[in-house]
């Protein structure tokens, strides 16, 4: 039997709104995102805010981040000789939403290394 919580839209949004202002859950260049121990303390902040478990919380943020990516993955995938009217544009309700963790893994911008010279055990850039 299981015992596994049915989320309505408001309950899936307000946890949305609250993970967005935990940005040591999301957000992989916050200080705090690589502390397990907070992160876990934070979850547990929103279950209890929410009255689920952690583990739901965890279930429940895990499934809407999965499929926020596949939308943006729709979005974004542009097929061959489509016009911008063919372009796909996402219709589920927490696209928009979760529109906070777009940026979440862009890369981050490289530095050419090619014009550097090396005097002396010294670094000079060109």
Request: proline share 3%.
């Amino acid at each position: 039997m299981s015992t596994e919580k049915d989320w309505n839209q408001d309950q899936i949004l307000k946890l949305i709104d609250l993970v967005q202002q935990s940005e040591n859950i999301w957000n992989p260049s916050h200080k705090l995102y690589r502390n397990r121990i907070r992160r876990t303390d934070s979850i547990n902040e929103i279950a209890n805010i929410l009255g689920v478990s952690q583990q739901e919380v965890d279930k429940k943020w895990k499934i809407v981040q999965s499929q926020f990516r596949r939308e943006q993955h729709k979005v974004n995938s542009k097929k061959s000789g489509a016009g911008t009217d063919d372009n796909y544009s996402s219709a589920w309700y927490l696209y928009k939403p979760l529109s906070f963790l777009s940026d979440r893994n862009k890369p981050k911008p490289t530095r050419d290394t090619y014009n550097i010279q090396f005097i002396d055990n010294t670094t000079v850039e060109k």
